[in-house]
């Protein structure tokens, strides 16, 4: 063992020699690494900055996953007997109708451990009157308790409060402004039943989608199936699930088990979900670039050193050094080219999210991970070690008489 180590040592102490005596040539390899690090850290920071935002603008105003009752359709009779019945199907309009059993299916939904959070909603369509302006919206009655764990209104309240029931409703801030109502103002709302409430605007929120803050109005749950003729029942189950990216595959599993329609976020936001796949994508590729460009650096200079020392080589050679002793000095080399020119590129890099932060267009925050930099850490010190694979394996191969002729 001591023997093993005292070789260590020695090798270590032989690699830093040679990087010391080249000084001027490692520190600018070492700048090189530093700046292919730097820019790996920053622009996956950028990336990863850029769409934790979009997520949470987009995943922010809904649910991960919708239960819907499933579609009806048509029955068609079977045909007698010997008879040949061509049939022409117009698909079937659908009406609005309640989730049967939506209780129960609540309560199962709840010990799912894959589900952070379940909600009854009952929604559909209606029109909001003041004086003589009228919009179409859509009523959305919810059990406060459970709707706030999908999406936190009360972070998106403008003016007023959080309160719905005993006839309060709250409504988008681009709805309000159509109407021309504020807070403590009335507002009349009617259903394709003739069924219609006057209620009192008791909070205006902009979730800051244009949908949402022109149609949405949120009322109670009773409120809301009086007015939608649906009293006791809930048209839509909200779920949210802690993996955002297993929506689909937890989407699958809860439609087998309650026989419901499933949509997940993924399945709704399909450009929202190839265009992340499209950045990460991009970033995947400037970092594979950038780590071959790093590579080829490090690999130049230590094939140069293999040349300018070769009489070096031959003389370690000659007095013992064995050929696996030669290859690790230089790997040794190549492994703190990278692990020194990442510390700088790390540093680096938190100077360009600072600068970023402080002086960017402040439409989201970056923030560089210790997962990050530890990768950054690794793959720059492998992709030093690799890169000196060939010149290592050239010094080790010199033959040490030749090199002690060489001049």
Do not use: C
């Given at each position: ?18 990087l010391r005596e080249g000084r001027a040539q490692s520190l600018m390899i070492a700048l ?376």
């Open positions: 063992m001591r023997r093993l180590l005292r070789g260590l040592w020695t090798e270590w102490t032989i690699a830093i020699a040679f090189g690494v530093a700046v292919g690090v730097a820019v790996i850290v920053f622009i996956a920071a950028l990336i990863q900055g850029l769409q934790s935002n979009i997520i949470e603008r987009t995943l922010g105003t809904q649910a991960h996953i919708r239960l819907l009752s499933p579609d009806e359709v048509n029955r068609v009779l079977p045909a007698a007997p010997g008879i040949l019945q061509l049939v022409q199907e117009d698909k079937r309009g659908q009406r609005l109708r309640s989730i049967n059993n939506w209780q129960q299916i609540s309560t199962t939904l709840d010990r799912l451990p894959e589900l952070t959070a379940v909600s009854p909603v009952v929604s559909g369509p209606a029109f909001a009157r003041r004086g003589e302006a009228v919009q179409s919206v859509a009523l959305t009655g919810i059990d406060v308790a459970r709707y706030r764990r999908i999406i936190p209104l009360e972070r998106y309240l403008v003016s007023g409060r959080f309160r719905v029931g005993a006839d309060e409703a709250m409504l988008g801030k681009r709805l309000a402004d159509d109407l021309g109502v504020n807070v403590g103002m009335k507002l009349r709302l009617e259903t394709g039943q003739q069924n219609s409430r006057v209620v009192n605007i008791a909070g205006i929120f902009e979730l800051g989608v244009r949908e949402l803050d022109s149609r949405y109005v949120y009322l109670d749950l009773k409120q809301a199936q009086s007015l939608l003729d649906l009293p006791g029942g809930v048209t839509v189950i909200d779920l949210t699930v802690a993996d955002i990216f297993s929506a689909e595959a937890i989407a699958e599993q809860v439609g087998r088990l309650t026989s419901l329609k499933a949509e997940s976020w993924i399945e709704t936001n399909a450009q929202l979900m190839n265009a992340l796949t499209a950045q990460s994508l991009s970033t995947n590729m400037i970092i594979v670039f950038v780590a071959i460009s790093v590579a080829f650096g490090i690999a130049s200079v230590l094939s140069v050193s293999v040349v300018q020392r070769t009489r070096e080589i031959g003389i370690l050679r000659a007095t013992g050094a064995t050929r696996r002793q030669i290859m690790r000095v230089f790997l040794i080399q190549g492994g703190l080219f990278g692990l020194l020119g990442s510390v700088m590129g790390i540093a680096v890099s938190y100077l360009l999210v600072w600068v970023f932060n402080t002086f960017g267009p402040g439409l989201f925050i970056i923030t560089v991970s210790t997962t990050l930099v530890a990768a950054a850490l690794l793959l720059a010190t492998l992709t030093g070690v690799l890169a000196a694979a060939v010149p290592s394996r050239r010094a080790a191969r010199l033959d040490p008489v030749v090199a002690i002729r060489y001049v």
